[in-house]
């Protein structure tokens, strides 16, 4: 890829992006330039990739094609209103930041700027991210392409909507903490059982992540995958009526509809 890419702000997000596309080769080290207040200026970051750690917000979006901005949604406004005026008219700016639409990006940065949309997660760390896409109708289908192509060195990508992003928050933004819930409750009880705590984190995780693993690669319904653990008259029924008497899935809906609906409120804001 000949693009140069930016990253203003790499830290848990941004340095995930950085780190999987610098893994993937898609991108050499010297096409990449950075910036965050927490390096100091010149620290060698992957050194052995030779990427640019530059003084500036500003000297990154006048060096890059493709800009990621990965700062915390209270500060994205001043850092876009600090770079507008360095942007080339064909640089494409990546939001990931949530609560924050392509509007309030475009008052910013002008409203022929490209501009798209990422709703990341942190699986992103270890290469197994799930990213919404949306861009603005300024970027073409090849410009979409190439950032598809960026994001799938972090993991599996789908385009969406911008008005569907709020929903992708629920599912994939902030459900991971949902999950991590889970996997230490189950861990729990499994403790209670007599199992030791480290093992009983193994046996939980594998557990979840290979469940989604078989409901990926199948393709089944997930109601058929677990009548397929509920042996009739067997262990795991017993543990399914007690979380359908728990309001163990109300519960779920509960919680991603709460992320919908402050990240709604985040939005109109
Ligand atoms: N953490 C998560 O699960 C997810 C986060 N996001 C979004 O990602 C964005 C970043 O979040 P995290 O990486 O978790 O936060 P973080 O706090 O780990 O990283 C933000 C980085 O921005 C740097 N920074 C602060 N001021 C700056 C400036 N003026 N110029 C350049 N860099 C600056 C900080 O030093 C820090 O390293 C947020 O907008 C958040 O909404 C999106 C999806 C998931
Ligand atoms: O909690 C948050 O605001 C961010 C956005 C999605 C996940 N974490």
């Known amino acids: 890829m000949e693009q140069r890419i930016g990253f203003i702000g790499i830290g848990n997000m941004g340095n995930a992006i950085l780190q999987g596309i610098l893994a ?4 050499p080290g010297t ?12 620290q060698a970051l992957n050194q052995s990739y030779s990427i640019n750690n530059l003084e500036s917000a500003r000297d990154v979006a006048r060096e890059s094609d493709i800009v990621f901005i ?14 507008q005026k360095e942007l080339k008219k064909n640089t494409i700016v990546i939001s990931i930041a949530a609560g924050v639409t392509i509007k309030t990006i475009a008052k910013c940065v002008g409203y022929e700027q490209k501009i798209v949309r990422v709703m990341p997660n942190t699986p992103a760390l ?3 991210a799930m990213c919404s ?9 090849e410009e979409l392409t190439i950032v598809e192509s960026l994001l799938n060195c972090i993991g599996a990508t789908e385009i969406v909507p911008e008005y569907l992003i709020d929903a992708v928050v629920g599912a994939s933004g902030s459900s991971p903490a949902f999950v991590f819930m889970f996997i230490e409750a189950l861990a729990d009880g499994a403790v209670k059982g007599g199992l030791a705590r480290k093992q ?6 594998q557990a979840v992540l290979g469940s989604a693993k078989l409901l990926l690669e199948t393709g089944k319904h997930p109601g058929e ?21 728990k309001g163990f899935r109300a519960a779920i ?17």
């Open 31 to 42: 096409q990449i330039y950075v910036y965050d207040p927490q390096l100091d200026k010149g």
């Open 133 to 141: 896409i949306t861009p603005n109708t300024e970027v073409t289908d």
């Open 225 to 245: 995958l677990k009548d397929m653990v509920c042996s009739p008259a067997g262990t795991t029924i017993e543990g399914v009526q007690m979380l359908e008497e």
């Open 70 to 83: 990965a700062v915390k949604p209270n500060i994205i406004v001043d850092v876009l209103n600090d770079i």
């Open 200 to 205: 009983a984190y193994k046996f939980a995780a």
């Open 24 to 27: 993937s080769n898609i991108v």
């Open 126 to 128: 270890v290469n197994a």
């Open 253 to 269: 809906l509960d919680a991603v509809e709460a992320a919908i609906k402050k990240s709604k409120d985040l939005s109109e804001k």
